[in-house]
């Protein structure tokens, strides 16, 4: 890893780049499942309040939006008293970017997932750990939240309207809020003080461990790929009671595997 980049607040675009410019899209179809009574779907009301953390990636000329957590039930927040705790969802929801229009129906994942790492590939959505309940949706107070070490690619068949998963070597151990770039055919993927690479096209070799970056573990963390190197900024790191929140950034170039 090359030592922390620096960077200059409030720096002005490079000559040559134009400032980018967002606009707002179909807002995400709400949860359908009413597996629980708190969670009133159905209701005059429900609409979408927001997912954490979800699956999100894209796979030709189509959005993938799944998994993701909240907290469903009416007026009830992290901090005030609920029955179910922070909810995981295993809808996944597409959207016809030519269109700009969402499927008439969502798709199921295989498990209730949010916060792990993806990757937008030309063969589909790569999910990388992540955590949630294997069984479906569920709530935190009624039951222990699992981390998990799966990897799999999401492809969507237009044609078919149908979405397909497959396996891919799983990492070397659970996690989630990873953070994970593409440089190449080459997967990066970052997750406390560990740095892995899958290369995509030899995926049975499964991931190997690259040397860490010179500074501390974190979680939530930003990787990118950027001019032949693979950034990984910021991130936060338990500590005491709340979180140190990281400002540095460090460069790995994979010519010289440092």
């Avoid at 070490?149 to 396996?167: G, H, I, K, M």
Wanted: hydrophobic share 45%.
């Amino acid at each position: 890893m090359h030592p922390p980049l620096t960077t200059r607040p409030g720096a002005a675009p490079r000559p040559g780049f134009a400032a980018p410019v967002w606009r707002e899209a179909p807002a995400i179809p709400a949860n359908t499942l009413r597996w629980n009574p708190a969670i009133p779907v159905g209701a005059p009301y429900w609409r979408q309040i927001g997912l954490a953390g979800p699956l999100v990636g894209v796979h030709g000329d189509h959005l993938l939006v799944g998994g993701g957590a909240n907290f469903p039930e009416p007026g009830r927040t992290a901090n005030e008293p609920n029955t179910l705790g922070k909810v995981f969802w295993n809808e996944l929801f597409v959207l016809d970017l030519a269109r700009e229009t969402w499927l008439a129906r969502p798709f199921a994942l295989d498990r209730a997932l949010a916060y792990a790492a993806t990757l937008s590939l030309p063969e589909g959505v790569l999910v990388i750990g992540g955590e949630g309940f294997a069984g479906g949706p569920n709530g935190t107070r009624l039951g222990p939240l699992e981390k998990f070490a799966d990897v799999s690619l999401l492809s969507f068949d237009p044609a078919r309207a149908a979405l397909a998963c497959t396996e891919y070597p799983a990492l070397p151990a659970a996690s989630s809020y990873g953070a994970a770039a593409l440089l190449g055919r080459t997967a990066y993927y970052q997750t406390g003080g560990d740095f892995l690479a899958l290369d995509l096209d030899r995926p049975g070799e499964g991931w190997r461990v690259l040397p860490s970056w010179p500074g501390a573990p974190r979680d939530a963390a930003v990787a990118a790929a950027v001019g032949g190197r693979i950034v990984i900024a910021t991130g936060q790191t338990r500590a005491g009671e709340g979180w140190h929140i990281h400002t540095d950034a460090f460069a790995y170039d994979p010519a010289r595997a440092t």
